[in-house]
């Protein structure tokens, strides 16, 4: 019997089948006629309609989905790197529809810091293949510490990654983009010590025909620090035929005021154009350094002293020329007036029992001062609380997480958005995060049905052996990092 059409007479049509029943023969079908069954090429008898069950699919399609679905409910717990240990034979990988983009490179030696530099490219730059330059100093093998080097880099051809969940198929720019394997040119100053931390600083152009000059200070495991001049090194990427002088890789200087004793703690001023550095060491001592006229360096002998343990950590303030603050394996994190001549601390409060590793300060708002710590967590501190040393010693983080389970390496709020910061820690594991986020109800207690996890906390980023992650400041939501594993170069769809 054919099929009627929706405009026939619908006294004459078949009765409408509902899930799970057979089909039944009505008056209009004669004797010795067969009825022509929509389902007949599945259903051939009663048994097997009862087999199926009701929802009108072979067993196998409604078996495969039942097993699927209980696969599902018994995996239920989310990875999550240094919470979770994989089992033998298992891997990490990443979902690459999470990166906007994402490389890994690999030099000879790991290199436990490194400095992004700016560059003449242009500032908020969105566009693909990306160029990255920056300098970072090696940890070369016990009994092979000749063989460090600072290098200075330049990492092109980073590719946005065409998998990723935030492409507008409808972008025909992005569509003409083809995809290139990143490529790491380096030029190297010889060393012979491994560099603890290594930072840049540059100087304004002295003419448009000439470029800023970039300097670096890195502090070595011998105590020394050096000061180089990497201009010709970065020059000569982009300038074909440039030959380096001879006397590129000799320091301008080595301050050696630390003695023996080597030191994390290194950061150049943000108000000194020319140059003013500040250096600390496990002894528990601070120097200052300035930049002369005349291109010298001149390191103030006296010592700002307080600290009970060693100086993990110094940073100048983004808007106060003379203030700056460092961190301590004491605990402690401490507020300097520069000028000040009994080098005394101005205030001292006590932000973890376990060592305070790194520090912070947002240079959106500048009241604003993180902190990581020893046990795996960190904290942000309102400066306006920490007027008198009365009131700093009362004063309580305005947040505090203990999401990491091993120690800190690493943290930095994003340049232009006061509320994002960057964490490293030594489960190594990257995880971005948006202090803007707030905790409104009892469901966003949980992040992604997954206990135990802030909803402040974006995204997740394993990395081995990661030690220490920058925002680039002129490739909005870019990171850089620095791993046993080498260097990685990710943007994600969540910042």
């Given at each position: 019997m054919a099929k009627r059409g929706a405009e026939d007479d619908e006294e004459t049509s078949p009765q409408a089948l509902k899930a799970g029943e057979r089909p039944v023969a009505d008056n209009g079908v004669g004797e010795g006629e067969q009825f022509e069954d929509e389902f007949e090429d599945e259903y051939e008898s009663e048994d097997e309609v009862l087999e199926a069950g009701v929802d009108g699919r072979p067993d196998?399609?409604?078996?495969?989905?039942?097993?699927?679905?209980?696969?599902?409910?018994?995996?239920?717990?989310?990875?999550?790197?240094?919470?979770?240990?994989?089992?033998?034979?298992?891997?990490?990988a990443p979902d690459l529809s999470t990166y906007e983009m994402l490389h890994t490179l690999e030099p000879t030696w790991?290199?436990?810091?490194?400095?992004?530099?700016?560059?003449?490219?242009?500032?908020?730059?969105?566009?693909?293949?990306?160029?990255?330059?920056?300098?970072?100093?090696?940890?070369?093998?016990?009994?092979?510490?000749?063989?460090?080097?600072?290098?200075?880099?330049?990492?092109?051809?980073?590719?946005?990654?065409?998998?990723?969940?935030?492409?507008?198929?409808?972008?025909?720019?992005?569509?003409?983009?083809?995809?290139?394997?990143?490529?790491?040119?380096?030029?190297?100053?010889?060393?012979?010590?491994?560099?603890?931390?290594?930072?840049?600083?540059?100087?304004?152009?002295?003419?448009?025909?000439?470029?800023?000059?970039?300097?670096?200070?890195?502090?070595?495991?011998?105590?020394?620090?050096?000061?180089?001049?990497?201009?010709?090194?970065?020059?000569?990427?982009?300038?074909?035929?440039y030959q380096l002088p001879t006397t590129s890789s000799k320091p301008l200087s080595t301050i050696r005021a630390h003695k023996k004793n080597e030191g994390y703690a290194l950061d150049w001023s943000p108000l000194v154009p020319a140059g003013k550095l500040l250096t600390g060491d496990t002894a528990g001592s601070v120097f200052a350094t300035t930049r002369t006229e005349g291109g010298g360096f001149v390191t103030d002998t006296t010592a700002y002293t307080g600290h009970t343990s060693s100086i993990e950590e110094v940073q100048w303030s983004p808007n106060e020329r003379n203030v700056f603050a460092s961190a301590s394996s004491d605990g402690t994190v401490r507020i300097w007036d520069a000028r000040s001549k009994s080098r005394k601390h101005a205030i001292s409060v006590k932000v973890s029992d376990s060592d305070a590793n790194v520090l912070s300060w947002s240079h959106q708002t500048p009241h604003l001062l993180a902190s990581g710590h020893d046990d795996g967590t960190w904290s942000v501190w309102d400066l306006r609380q920490w007027k008198t040393p009365d009131t700093a010693a009362k004063s309580k983080p305005v947040a505090h997480f203990d999401f990491h389970k091993e120690q800190i390496t690493s943290l930095e709020w994003h340049p232009t958005d006061d509320s994002i910061v960057s964490v490293c820690a030594g489960d190594s594991t990257l995880t971005l995060w948006d202090l803007a986020v707030e905790l409104d109800d009892e469901e966003s207690r949980y992040t992604a049905d997954v206990k135990d996890v802030p909803p402040q906390l974006l995204f997740v980023h394993f990395m081995e052996g990661v030690k220490e992650a920058h925002w680039h400041a002129q490739m909005p939501g870019s990171v850089v990092a620095t791993g046993g594993s080498g260097f990685g170069v990710f943007k994600t769809i969540s910042v």
């Open positions: 196998e399609e409604r078996e495969a989905e039942e097993k699927a679905i209980g696969a599902m409910d018994l995996d239920r717990e989310t990875f999550i790197p240094g919470r979770h240990k994989l089992d033998a034979g298992q891997t990490l790991p290199c436990l810091s490194f400095d992004i530099v700016k560059d003449s490219l242009g500032d908020n730059r969105k566009s693909y293949p990306a160029t990255v330059y920056a300098v970072a100093g090696t940890q070369a093998a016990r009994g092979r510490e000749r063989e460090n080097q600072i290098m200075v880099m330049k990492l092109s051809g980073l590719s946005r990654n065409d998998q990723a969940g935030n492409i507008d198929s409808d972008d025909e720019d992005d569509d003409e983009v083809e995809s290139t394997e990143p490529i790491l040119e380096t030029k190297s100053i010889p060393l012979t010590s491994t560099t603890n931390r290594i930072r840049a600083h540059q100087s304004p152009q002295p003419s448009s025909s000439t470029p800023p000059t970039t300097l670096t200070a890195a502090m070595q495991e011998s105590g020394d620090v050096l000061i180089h001049d990497v201009t010709p090194h970065l020059t000569s990427f982009d300038t074909p035929g």
